[in-house]
């Protein structure tokens, strides 16, 4: 499964409350729009969450479905696929 970010869509970061105060925005990755929970952090994280999406080869190999959301911290990344799974990408 080839990786490819064709844009970043960002769209007004709002305050939901679900988990506790957190913002909220959406990329686009292989072609489908994923919802990215900002936990503890902002949008200056997406880069960072781009360049994990593009070179960890390992966790995106396994995913087998389209992502669903994305909660980012400002360290790591939990990815969720349509199936339930759960995957861990460390930023940098």
Not at 13 to 24: E, P
Not at 38 to 57: C, E, F, R, Y
Not at 75 to 86: N, P, R, T
């Amino acid at each position: 499964m080839g990786v490819l970010l064709d844009s970043l869509n960002l769209t007004n970061l709002n305050k939901v409350d679900r988990w506790g105060d957190y913002n909220k925005t959406n990329i686009l990755f292989n072609q489908e729009t994923v919802n990215v929970n900002l936990i503890g952090t902002d949008h200056k994280q997406i880069p960072s969450l781009l360049h994990a999406l593009k070179t960890n080869k390992l966790t995106l190999g396994n995913i087998q479905t389209s992502l669903k959301q994305v909660d980012l911290y400002n360290s790591e990344a939990i990815l969720y696929s349509e199936q339930g799974d759960k995957y861990r990408v460390p930023l940098f």
